[in-house]
C-alpha cells in the first residue's frame, strides 16, 4: 500500500494557485505589467508568448545532472510532457555552475524563451539579469528553499525541506523499527549547508520512532560520483546500516543498486519510485520540483502565473511534499496519517524535533 502525505494531486493542483514549470534537452545546451485582480503581484502581458514572436519557448537552468533519475531531471520530465501538448518549444541545460548561471540566463533570453526557469536556487545568482534589458521580454520561475528576496518578475515556489526530511526519517524509522534495527545511512555529496540540514532532519525523524537510533553519514563530495557513492554503501553497510539515504544526484541509483544488493532498505531523493524495479525503493520522498514547475506552466499557459509571489508548499496540505512508503502496512499508513496531520496542525513542530533530535 502506498502512502502519501497530503490531498490527492489533481484536486489540489486545480484548486490552488500551484507553481510549477518543466523544460527539455541536455546537459550541454522590460516587458509591461498588469496588476492582478487580488493584488497580490502582477501578470506579464502577452503569456504565455510573453515577446510576441509567435510562439512559445521555456528556457531551463539546472545546476545538476538532467538526466539523473532523480532529483534534477524530474523538474524537465513534466515540462517536456506539458510543453509537447501545447505545441511549446523548450531549451535546457544542465549542470550549470552556479558562477555561470548569469550568463547562462543572458544567453537563453537572448535566444528569445518567454521563461527562464531555474532548477533550482543554487542558481540565485541568475536572477539580477530579470531586471536587464535582455531578459526584459520573460517571465522567471525560481524554486526556493532558501531566502531569496522577492524580485518584480520572478514566481518563487517555496517549501520547508525540515518538513519532507524528518517525514523521510520518521518513515524510515517505522520502517527501522519493524527489523529490530538502530542503524541507518546517509549518502550525498557536497557537504553544504543544505544536505547538512538535510542529513540532521532524517536523523531527528528517525529518532521520533526509535530514540536510540544513531544514523552514519558520508559526504562523499560528488553527487553524480556513482564509485564514491557505493563505496560509501559498501562501507556503511559493512559497520551495519539497515536503511540508507542516497541523497540526490546522479550516483542514486548506483547507491540504491548496491543498497538492494546488501538487503537494506533505502528511499527516493525527491521523486515517486516504488514501482521502479532496478533500483528497488522502499520509500518514495517527494519534493519533486517538477510537480511544483508544472502547475506553474498551466498558469503560465492560461495567462494567470503572478510574478512577484511566493508559493509555500507545506506538508499534510498540499499534494507536495509527500512520503509513499511502497509497501505499507495498515498500521504504517496510519501512522503516516497522523504524522502529516500534525504537521499540518503545528501539534509537530518540525524545526523544534530537528533541534531536539537532529544533533
Known amino acids: 500500500m502506498n502512502i502519501r502525505i497530503g490531498r490527492g494531486p489533481a484536486a489540489v493542483l486545480a484548486s490552488t494557485m500551484a507553481l510549477t514549470l518543466f523544460g527539455c534537452a541536455s546537459n550541454d545546451a522590460t516587458a509591461p505589467t498588469t496588476a492582478s485582480s487580488d493584488g497580490g503581484g502582477t501578470t506579464q502581458e502577452g503569456q504565455p508568448d510573453v515577446n510576441g514572436d509567435g510562439k512559445v519557448v521555456i528556457g531551463v537552468l539546472s545546476p545538476g545532472d538532467i538526466n539523473d533519475n532523480g532529483y534534477y531531471e524530474s523538474f524537465v520530465i513534466g515540462a517536456d510532457k506539458f510543453a509537447a501538448e501545447q505545441g511549446w518549444q523548450v531549451i535546457k541545460r544542465g549542470s550549470v555552475p552556479p558562477t555561470e548561471a548569469l550568463s547562462a540566463a543572458r544567453a537563453l533570453c537572448q535566444q528569445g524563451v518567454d521563461m527562464v526557469a531555474l532548477g533550482a536556487s543554487e542558481l540565485k545568482d541568475a536572477i539580477p539579469a530579470s531586471e536587464e534589458a535582455v531578459c526584459a521580454k520573460t517571465a522567471w520561475y525560481v524554486p526556493s528553499s532558501e531566502n531569496i ?59 521520533m520512532v526509535v530514540p536510540s537510533a544513531d544514523l552514519v553519514i558520508t559526504y562523499t563530495g560528488d ?17 551495519g546500516v539497515q536503511v540508507v539515504y542516497p541523497y540526490l544526484g546522479g550516483a542514486t541509483d548506483a547507491a540504491a543498486k548496491l543498497a538492494n544488493e546488501r538487503g537494506v532498505l533505502t528511499l527516493t531523493p525527491g521523486t515517486d519510485r516504488c514501482d521502479s524495479t532496478d533500483p528497488r525503493f522502499d520509500i518514495s520522498v517527494i519534493f519533486d520540483p517538477g510537480a511544483y514547475f508544472t502547475a506553474a506552466l498551466e498558469l503560465f499557459a492560461k495567462g494567470e502565473m503572478q510574478l512577484g509571489t511566493t508559493k509555500r508548499w507545506e506538508l499534510g496540505k498540499d499534494p507536495y511534499p509527500a512520503i509513499k512508503i511502497c509497501n505499507a502496512t495498515p498500521e504504517q499508513t496510519t501512522q503516516m496519517d497522523t504524522f502529516a496531520s500534525d504537521v499540518a496542525s503545528g501539534k509537530i513542530d518540525t524545526e523544534a524535533e530537528v533541534a531536539r533530535l537532529g544533533s
Open 149 to 207: 528576496p522577492q524580485s518584480p518578475r520572478v514566481t518563487l515556489a517555496s517549501d520547508d525541506p525540515n518538513q519532507s526530511m524528518l517525514a523521510a526519517g520518521y518513515a524510515a524509522g517505522l520502517l527501522l523499527k519493524e527489523k529490530n534495527g538502530t542503524k541507518a545511512g546517509f549518502v550525498t555529496g557536497m557537504e553544504a549547508d543544505f544536505s547538512v540540514n538535510a542529513a540532521k532532519a532524517f536523523k531527528a525523524g528517525i529518532r
Open 223 to 239: 553527487f553524480n560520483d556513482s564509485a564514491k557513492a557505493r563505496e560509501a554503501v559498501q562501507a556503511q553497510t559493512s559497520q
